[in-house]
């Protein structure tokens, strides 16, 4: 299996700075591309950002320009700097990692996600 745990969420003022973290462990040779989503209260979970294998990134344009995802491979951490935060960034972050297509990993669904971290930005 593969685990995924966030860290680095908090309580932080209007264009303040967060770094999340997401460790991952288990059978990591199983994941290929991650990304972050949130989901804020009321609403439907969103992409917020992704990068693949070989580091391409991907944002949401809601963030482009103030957040920033990272990974390290030998590490098997996902990393997202947030910046210049916005009340409306209030959520509870997941990290998700998507399965490689590899026979070894034909067990597992196709994606993994952590139990997230809640952000909170006040105005």
């Known amino acids: 299996q593969v685990q995924l745990v966030e860290s680095g969420g908090g309580l932080v003022q209007a264009g303040g700075s967060l770094r999340l973290s997401c460790a991952a462990s288990?059978?990591?040779?199983?994941?290929?591309?991650m990304g972050w989503y949130r989901q804020a209260p009321g609403k439907e979970r969103e992409l917020v950002a992704s990068?693949?294998?070989?580091?391409?990134?991907n944002y949401a344009d809601s963030v482009k320009g103030r957040f920033t995802i990272s990974r390290d491979n030998a590490k098997n951490t996902l990393y997202l700097q947030m910046n210049n935060l916005k009340p409306e960034d209030t959520a509870v972050y997941y990290c998700?990692?998507?399965?490689?297509?590899?026979?070894?990993?034909?067990?597992?669904?196709?994606?993994?996600w952590g139990q997230g971290t809640q952000v909170t930005v006040s105005s």
């Open positions: 288990g059978d990591t040779f199983c994941i290929s591309a």
């Open positions: 990068i693949t294998s070989g580091g391409n990134t």
């Open positions: 998700k990692a998507d399965r490689q297509l590899h026979y070894l990993c034909s067990a597992y669904g196709p994606y993994f």
